[in-house]
Structure formats: structure tokens, C-alpha cells
């Protein structure tokens, strides 16, 4: 079988013996980074040497049928560097192949990065949303921002440290710069914290640079709750990223309350 293993987000206090157990007794290991599967052994002072197997981003479209054949003869280990496996890492694709060709698939849970940021965010955690990374590029950015501003769930993201600051930015001005929001920073490790506020006060704080491991937490949008300016915003944001004006003014309408037409006149308005 497939076994897919959580492992330490960054305490490795946090590995659990089941985690542990597994490593100790694997004889196939298939790991995002082989040098940081090696020194998980070594800080968890498991001496066993397992084969390890780069999977990767870039070789697991090509790995995956490989590694599915040999997960039917003997249990194949799959690790992340960091958290569980397929959630915004390396794994996906082959838990999928795994699934298509018959193979058994299970999991060690264990630490998460989403949840953890999640319930230390002190926003509502009934219903939640996980994002992933945020596109890189500004304008592509900024229009999926536009098309979330009036989601009701809490959203959670991941975010490179160098890029934390322009995506606060552009969230403040798609989702509301009063919208409330934590940034979550080196979650269990030595130098954690939480930094809680609104979208606007995290993105002036974030300006002069932030370091570490990083999610972002967006409390949920409520019955219009997006106010009309912000609302013209996000259909110019979904213009600039290449949706007609008409198209634009009627998703936001249908998402905010707003009238379509309203929307329309105003974004007409300012193109000019």
C-alpha cells in the first residue's frame, strides 16, 4: 500500500509514534526533499536507512506509475518536508494513479500548517477554506482575490515571505481594508507568533519585511458586508484580468448584493 505520513511542521516534539514507527520500518521512501528525509532520521534517532525516491513537483507526472507498481509488492512511505503529503506539496498525483490502478492508499495524520494557523487565528473555524499560495503575478492575483472578497468562509493561504507584503495589499484593497485577518509565522518553532488585525493594519506591519514559514488567515465575508467602492474594485480587478465589463459587474452583483447595472455605471465610469 501507499501510505502518505504528516511529519514535524517544525517541532520535532510533534512526530507522532505511529510517524516514527513507520520510518523505522520502511524499506521504500518516497520524500519531497531526500537530504530533509535524511536529517528527520537523524533528529528523531531512528536508525533505519530506508530507500529514498525523490518525488517532486517536477518528476511526479513521471514517477507516479513507477511508484504505484511498486507500492502492489512491498508498503511504500510518502513524505512532505513539512505537514501531510498532497496538501499544497508533492502527492496528488500519485494517490490519484494509486487510486486508478487499484492500489490501497492510507495516512498518518499528524501536524498541518492549515489547521494549526486555523485554530490560533481567533477567527470562526466552523466553516474554513484553504487556498493554497496566492498566484505570483500581481494582476492574476488580484483578480482571484476579487472573485473570493465575498466568500463567507474563513480562508486560509500560504505566502512566501517576500511576497507577504503586496499580497496583504491586495487583499486590503479587494476584500475590505477594515476585513479582520492573522498572519501566522514559524508555527511551532522557537520564534512563533500570531500577529492579528485588520487586513490594512497587517499589510503596514508586514512593510518592513517578515521572515519564516507564513499563513495567512481571512475571516469570512458577511451578508454585504462588501461595501460599493470595494465592489467596483473587484469588477475592475476582474476586468484588468481579462473578463468584459458587462460579465464582470454581474459576478460581483450576484456575489455582493450589489445591483449589476449600478456596478456596470461605475465601472463604465471610471474606464473612461
Given at each position: ?100 490502478a487499484g492500489v490501497t ?84 518553532k522557537l520564534y512563533e ?80
Amino acid at each position: 500500500m501507499i501510505i502518505l505520513a504528516a511529519t514535524p511542521i517544525g517541532n520535532l516534539g510533534d512526530a507522532s509514534r505511529r510517524l516514527i514507527e513507520a520510518l523505522e520500518n520502511a524499506t521504500v521512501v518516497a520524500a519531497e526533499d531526500t537530504r530533509t528525509t535524511q536529517r528527520l532520521l537523524s533528529g528523531l534517532g531512528v536508525e533505519n536507512r530506508p530507500r529514498l525516491i525523490a518525488l517532486h513537483d517536477h518528476n511526479e507526472k513521471k514517477r507516479a506509475a513507477e511508484l504505484v507498481e511498486l507500492a502492489r509488492e512491498d508498503d511504500l512511505l510518502v513524505l512532505s518536508d513539512a505537514g501531510m503529503p498532497t496538501v499544497s506539496d508533492p502527492g496528488f498525483g500519485l494517490v490519484a494513479a494509486a487510486a486508478a490502478a487499484g492500489v490501497t492508499v492510507t495516512a498518518l495524520p499528524g501536524p498541518s500548517a492549515v489547521v494549526t494557523a486555523l485554530a490560533v487565528a481567533g477567527l470562526p473555524t466552523d466553516r474554513f477554506a484553504f487556498e493554497g499560495f496566492p498566484r505570483r503575478k500581481p494582476e492574476e492575483r488580484r483578480r482571484a482575490f476579487a472573485q473570493l472578497a465575498s466568500e463567507e468562509r474563513t480562508l486560509v493561504f500560504f505566502e512566501s515571505p517576500s511576497r507577504l507584503a503586496s499580497t496583504l495589499d491586495d487583499l486590503a484593497a479587494t476584500f475590505g481594508a477594515d476585513r479582520s485577518a492573522a498572519v501566522c509565522r514559524e508555527l511551532t518553532k522557537l520564534y512563533e507568533e500570531v500577529k492579528r488585525g485588520t487586513l490594512a493594519e497587517l499589510a503596514a506591519w508586514a512593510a518592513d519585511g517578515v521572515r519564516g514559514e507564513i499563513a495567512i488567515v481571512v475571516g469570512g465575508a458577511t451578508a454585504r458586508e462588501v461595501a460599493f467602492p470595494d465592489a467596483v474594485t473587484q469588477v475592475l480587478e476582474l476586468v484588468r484580468g481579462g473578463t468584459r465589463l458587462k460579465e464582470a459587474a454581474a459576478e460581483v452583483a450576484s456575489l455582493t448584493g450589489h445591483s449589476s447595472r449600478e456596478l456596470y455605471q461605475a465601472g463604465l465610469a471610471v474606464k473612461r
